[in-house]
């Protein structure tokens, strides 16, 4: 990788980092007719777009007994993936279980005020799979809904000749109610307005492709979604105390996600910039995903970065809103104190973006392509709804009778103002 200044960069070169695009427009309208097609043709369609998309012949698409078996399975053979399975979803379980929010009720002099939390009816969560097995995205989407208190969590998850066993005992792990070996725009389409056997959902919830995301977009007004993640991107945010070969560890690691994955480090030391960049250069090499790597450290929003200062650092990583950011340097704090747009922040040498990406306990479902600026990532929020209420007493009410008269017929509102004046005739 060849190392830029940041000042330097053209107006093209900072839209590329700043603008990152995951490609949705170029497939909504072929994404679109898949969800039409789903919505009207059910499981028919979505068997038919198996077989095209997937090369999979399927039969049932109703895989719960599949994943409860593929669980006593690995429980039967003292399968060590599956302890790190639930080693990790116990993790993000007690995490989780700290953001329950409770419900509150206190007196504002005669207004009792209030509000209270209650779980969704039915979310759908996907999984990917494909070129890559993702057992840790199920446990990062099902468990914060169940956690929830949601009644029924259903999993979508492409098909495949031979299911991966770790990912379905992941979802059976992780709680969910049922599952489904459907992939793509279709199962979006399929989650969101139900099939013969596919029970619709009020969210749709979890990482994909462009696909999956163009489908979310369609989908959204008709159900609700999380939000609309691109590809993978991390930045690291370094001083010169850092270690180059673990500043370029942790971007090689994100690199092998998609090769539209975005990973940049920003210093203001020369020294560690030039050799951040070797670092990357020579583990790209040693690992078996090096194509997909090379081609994600030549996307244009991926670079090894030189500041003039670590103020114009920070500056360019608040712009940048990464998914994961991680910062090494000497006072970590007090530059965390400074970022208000990441998705998930990692401090110092030993927090790897891939211990969050596992088995920390926090989520790894994030915003990418700047959403960090505006929403956070997936959460037990994610799956709850909120009501406020109120009661108000006669003197409460009398007190705010002027109050809300005046501002109803000062909006045309007759009416609004004789309901609260009715009660004192």
């Known amino acids: 990788m060849d190392v830029r200044t940041v000042a330097d960069l053209s107006p093209a070169e900072r839209r590329a980092f700043f603008e990152r695009d995951a490609g949705v427009e170029g497939v909504r309208e072929d994404v679109r007719e898949i969800v039409e097609r789903v919505r009207a043709e059910g499981d028919v369609a979505v068997r038919e777009f198996a077989e ?46 700290r953001q329950r929010p409770e419900d509150w009720r206190d007196d504002f002099g005669g207004r009792e005020l209030g509000r209270r939390f209650r779980p969704l009816d039915r979310v759908g969560v996907y999984v990917p799979g494909g070129a890559a097995s993702y057992p840790s995205s199920a446990l990062m989407g099902v468990i914060p809904a169940v956690v929830a208190g949601v009644d029924h969590v259903a999993v979508a998850t492409p098909p495949a000749e031979e299911l991966d066993p770790v990912t379905l005992a992941a979802i059976h792990e992780a709680g969910a109610d049922a599952v489904y070996q459907v992939g793509g725009a279709q199962a979006v389409g399929a989650l969101a307005y139900g099939t013969e056997t596919v029970t619709r959902v009020q969210k749709v919830v979890g990482p994909g492709n462009k696909w999956v995301t163009a489908a979310k977009s369609i989908v959204q007004g008709d159900v609700g979604i999380d939000f609309l993640a691109g590809p993978s991107e991390v930045l690291v945010l370094a001083d010169e105390t850092a270690d180059p070969d673990l500043v370029a560890a942790d971007l090689v690691a994100q690199a092998e996600h998609d090769p539209n994955a975005s990973v940049v480090a920003v210093t203001a030391d020369a020294d560690l910039a030039d050799a951040v960049a070797d670092a990357v250069d020579a583990q790209a090499g040693e690992r078996e995903r090096e194509e997909t790597i090379r081609a994600a450290l030549d996307n244009e929003a991926s670079g090894v970065l030189r500041a003039r200062s670590m103020p114009e650092a920070v500056l360019f990583a608040e712009e940048y809103a990464a998914e994961h950011l991680s910062i090494v340097a000497e006072d970590d704090e007090a530059l965390l104190d400074r970022i208000t747009n990441a998705g998930s922040v990692f401090l110092g040498p030993y927090s790897p973006v891939a211990a969050g990406d596992y088995a920390t306990g926090t989520n790894h479902v994030l915003p990418t392509n700047g959403g960090a600026k505006r929403y956070g990532g997936l959460s037990v929020d994610t799956f709850l709804r909120s009501s406020t209420v109120q009661r108000l007493d006669r003197d409460a009410l009398d007190d705010l009778s002027e109050t809300v008269t005046s501002l109803a017929e000062a909006e045309g509102l007759e009416g609004h103002a004789e309901s609260v004046r009715k009660r004192f005739e």
Do not use: K, Q
């Not at 012949?57 to 895989?63: E, L």
């Not at 994943?67 to 006593?72: D, K, M, V």
């Open 52 to 97: 095209e998309f997937d090369g999979v012949a399927v039969g049932n698409v109703d895989i719960t007994d599949d994943a409860a078996r593929a669980h006593e399975e690995l429980a039967d053979a003292d399968d060590p993936v599956l302890d790190a399975v639930e080693a990790a979803a116990a993790n993000v379980r007690e995490f989780h279980e």
